[in-house]
């Protein structure tokens, strides 16, 4: 594809249950981002990959939230027994390579929890 | 703390006017500054950006002027159009760290026709 697709768009999930948010990033790109948006707000980093390595995890908020990149391309942000708090858009960024600034963004997955 | 601040945190502006954003950063070791927009319902995208060996970056209508010495940068948005009408962030991110990007709070942009 010629961008970064993201799926669901829309996911409500009942507190305390599991997501799986996937990202599929634009083909080639070597790194990897996922970011929280919440309502109103600038997004907020939450982990960084550079093909399957997970280099950066600083910013998941809780052991509830888990991702992974097997083979370095798709990736799958995981939330375990949601919170209303985790309500928010997750959004995924490529890039083409480590020293190569430029972010590229998906749509977003717009999660809310009930 | 909060490590990029933007400002106006809302903004209107008339047809053919200029918009003019506001971002200050802390952390020194930022070495990239790029700027995106953001629709409802989309995600952010690249407008433009800037590194520090410049102070200015001019693409089409959008402009970055940057300030090393007073840590701030802003995006000019000359000829404001209706069509720019969106949410737009400033953001920073250092080569030394993950090159995650750290944003500001937003600024919407109202363009009146």
């Known amino acids: 594809g010629a961008g970064v697709s993201q799926s669901p768009r829309y996911k409500v999930a009942k507190r305390g249950q599991d997501v799986a948010l996937r990202c599929d990033p634009i083909s080639g790109h070597v790194s990897l981002f996922w970011y929280q948006q919440a309502l109103g707000q600038g997004p907020e980093f939450l982990t960084y990959?550079?093909?399957?390595?997970?280099?950066?995890k600083s910013g998941l908020p809780s052991d509830r939230f888990f991702a992974e990149r097997p083979e370095g391309s798709v990736s799958t942000l995981k939330i375990q027994r949601t919170q209303q708090e985790d309500s928010a858009v997750y959004l995924c960024?490529?890039?083409?390579?480590?020293?190569?600034?430029?972010?590229?963004f998906g749509p977003g997955t717009r999660l809310t929890v009930t | 703390q909060q490590q990029v601040k933007q400002s106006p945190q809302s903004l209107i502006v008339q047809k053919g006017g200029i918009s003019i954003i506001n971002c200050a950063y802390e952390?020194?070791?930022?070495?990239?500054f790029p700027w995106y927009q953001q629709f409802p319902g989309k995600g952010p995208a690249l407008l433009i950006a800037?590194?520090?060996?410049?102070s200015e970056k001019k693409e089409g209508r959008f402009t970055i002027s940057f300030n090393k010495s007073a840590k701030q940068f802003s995006l000019h948005i000359m000829d404001s159009q209706p069509g720019d009408s969106a949410t737009y962030f400033c953001?920073?991110?250092?080569?030394?760290?993950?090159?995650?990007?750290?944003f500001g709070k937003g600024t919407k942009l109202t363009v009146n026709p």
């Open positions: 953001a920073a991110s250092s080569q030394g760290g993950s090159e995650k990007l750290v």
């Open positions: 960024a490529s890039s083409l390579a480590a020293g190569v600034y430029e972010q590229y």
């Open positions: 952390n020194t070791a930022f070495d990239y």
């Open positions: 800037i590194r520090p060996d410049v």
């Open positions: 990959f550079q093909n399957e390595a997970q280099l950066d």
